[in-house]
């Protein structure tokens, strides 16, 4: 009985649905395909310097990914990794 008068009192607070219409009139759900990229794998034929990667460092600002693995440090430009120092 109490979980029915709590959901009661929360249906009696959503506002009709006249005021959640947008004024255009155009629905505010949009449903399709949206394509993303999901993941990427890197392997020493991409270039990768090492089978087993320690860590992974992104910088924010230039974009640049570097990869530390059990060989050395590896740095992905155009999906590639080069060898990089440090």
């Keep these: 009985m109490r ?7 929360l249906l009696a607070l959503v506002p009709p649905r006249a005021t959640l219409a947008r004024p ?12 993303q990229r999901l993941s990427d794998r890197y392997t020493p034929a991409n270039g990768l310097p090492g089978k087993r990667i320690g860590f992974i460092r992104i910088d924010g600002k230039s974009g640049r990914v570097r990869a530390q693995t059990d060989a050395a440090t590896g740095e992905c430009t155009s999906g590639r990794f080069t060898n990089s120092p440090g």
Excluded: F, K
Aim: proline share 5%.
């Design 3 to 9: 979980c029915l008068s709590l959901a009661l009192l």
């Design 24 to 35: 255009d009139g155009a629905s505010t759900l949009q449903v399709g395909a949206y394509p």
